[in-house]
């Protein structure tokens, strides 16, 4: 595709609810990150898959969040027993590879709004 | 761990003034250094890069110099427009290692 791409757009839950979000990377691309910008926190780093390694998960808040990453392209984030606090706007960025010198290409994010 | 501090927003420009964004990092080894834009309901883009000491990023008449001794990475337009209003984002990372934000500052530019 032309860009990362991420659906849905707009999630809203009610709290307690699992939800799951996706991200389709710029094809090519092995590095894959899960970001978060909240109000007040800012973007944080979640969860980083570069190839076939093992993920960096160092960046999850808690064991409610996991993420994977089928056939090294698709990610699915998600997040069990939603909380008002998970309320955010969840990035998924993409990388030609984790290099420091490459740019990372961020999708339009999920807004997801936890009731 | 590696860290980015810049200056609180919001910042309030007429049209034409000239913008200065600090940015200062603390890491370890040799990051890389990123300005990031996110105008009005878009996603993040990049808008600059430097890859090493002294390097200096440039688009779009914005400039960031790769400052090793100040670790600094200060975003800099000579006269801005009202379309260049935006939240900018500076940004480090080292090797391979997630982005590094610092907490954003939004640019009002007033025509």
């Known amino acids: 595709g032309a860009g990362v791409s991420q659906s849905p757009s707009n999630k809203v839950t009610e709290k307690g609810k699992d939800v799951e979000l996706r991200c389709d990377p710029i094809?090519?691309?092995?590095?894959l990150y899960w970001y978060r910008q909240s109000l007040g926190q800012g973007l944080e780093f979640l969860i980083y898959f570069q190839g076939n390694s093992a993920p960096d998960k160092s960046g999850l808040p808690s064991d409610r969040f996991s993420a994977e990453r089928t056939g090294g392209s698709v990610s699915t984030l998600t997040i069990q027993r939603t909380q008002q606090e998970d309320s955010a706007v969840y990035l998924c960025?993409?990388?030609?590879?984790?290099?420091?010198?490459?740019?990372?290409?961020f999708g339009p994010g999920t807004r997801l709004t936890v009731l | 761990g590696d860290s980015v501090t810049q200056m609180e927003g919001p910042v309030t420009l007429s049209e034409e003034a000239f913008l200065t964004i600090n940015c200062t990092y603390t890491a370890t080894g040799y990051p890389s250094l990123f300005w990031y834009v996110q105008y009005p309901g878009e996603g993040l883009q990049l808008l600059l890069k430097a890859t090493k000491a002294d390097d200096k990023g440039s688009n779009k008449g914005f400039e960031a110099t790769y400052r090793k001794e100040t670790t600094s990475f200060h975003l800099e337009k000579g006269s801005v427009q009202v379309s260049d209003s935006a939240v900018y984002f500076c940004?480090?990372?080292?090797?391979?290692?997630?982005?590094?934000f610092g907490k954003g500052t939004r640019l009002s530019v007033i025509a």
């Open positions: 940004a480090l990372t080292s090797g391979n290692t997630p982005l590094v």
């Open positions: 094809s090519g691309h092995t590095a």
């Open positions: 960025a993409s990388s030609f590879s984790g290099l420091a010198t490459n740019e990372q290409f």
